[in-house]
């Protein structure tokens, strides 16, 4: 299957500061994008669909300048959590689209804000 | 919205033996359902994925069946192992949109 590469696997920050998790497609063009969040023994939420070259569209209830979503280019996405506090500490996955419809995740990024 | 129920929540059985997780959805437009396996701290991994106009599909020990006028469908893994033991998401979309998963079933392989 297709690869997906996403980074940090593990991040721990201060209250305030700001996180970056990166999310590449190793060996294919995704111009979708998604980014998941995912609490413990929980199934994943859908927070945000990033097109290449143009603005993500969130999720009803997301907020969108806390999670700022980038997609500069065919192979990466970008999530930027923004003045991370304890209640964003979770599981964020991303997924890029093969094809017409097939997904393929990353490995995951667990954020643990202190 | 699409709304996907998954059940059941926990399943337990004798290795070797056969294990079914089943999904139903709600929206009738959707037409693409994949399956996902994901072990602990780690993204779901693709395992097996049916469209609307197919009936069934087998991968080895895996299949997939689809009930388009019921709207549900199932997983079916034979001859389990100890590592089919996992967390298995269904899923539904409707084209370009992203998916919308199930609860989850955790897969318990006893030896």
């Known amino acids: 299957g297709a690869v997906v590469s996403q980074h940090p696997s593990r991040v721990i920050c201060k209250s305030g500061t700001s996180v970056k998790i990166e999310c590449r497609s190793l060996?294919?063009?995704?111009?979708?994008m998604f980014w998941y969040r995912q609490f413990p023994k929980q199934s994943l939420m859908l927070m945000a669909t990033?097109?290449?070259?143009?603005?993500?569209?969130?999720e009803q209830g997301v907020e969108k300048d806390k999670f700022l979503i980038n997609h500069a280019s065919l192979t990466l996405s970008t999530l930027t959590v923004t003045s991370a506090h304890p209640e964003d500490s979770s599981f964020y996955i991303c997924?890029?689209?093969?094809?017409?419809?097939?997904?393929?995740f990353g490995s995951g990024t667990q954020l643990s804000v202190l | 919205g699409e709304n996907v129920e998954q059940h059941p929540s926990t399943l337990s059985v004798q290795e070797g033996d056969s294990a079914v997780i089943k999904c139903t959805y709600s929206?009738?437009?959707?037409?693409?359902f994949p399956w996902y396996k994901q072990e602990l701290g780690k993204g779901p991994q693709l395992i097996i994925d049916?469209?609307?106009?197919?009936g069934e599909k087998k991968d080895q020990r895996i299949a997939v069946t689809l009930n388009k006028t019921a709207k549900h469908f199932s997983l079916h893994i034979t001859e389990t192992q100890p590592e089919d033991s996992a967390v298995y998401f269904c899923?539904?979309?409707?084209?370009?949109?992203?998916?919308?998963f199930g609860k989850g079933t955790h897969l318990i392989i006893q030896p």
């Open positions: 997924s890029a689209r093969y094809g017409d419809e097939k997904l393929f």
């Open positions: 060996d294919f063009q995704a111009t979708t």
């Open positions: 990033s097109n290449e070259g143009s603005k993500a569209t969130y």
């Open positions: 929206d009738s437009a959707s037409n693409y």
């Open positions: 049916i469209r609307s106009n197919v």
């Open positions: 899923a539904a979309s409707l084209g370009a949109d992203g998916l919308t």
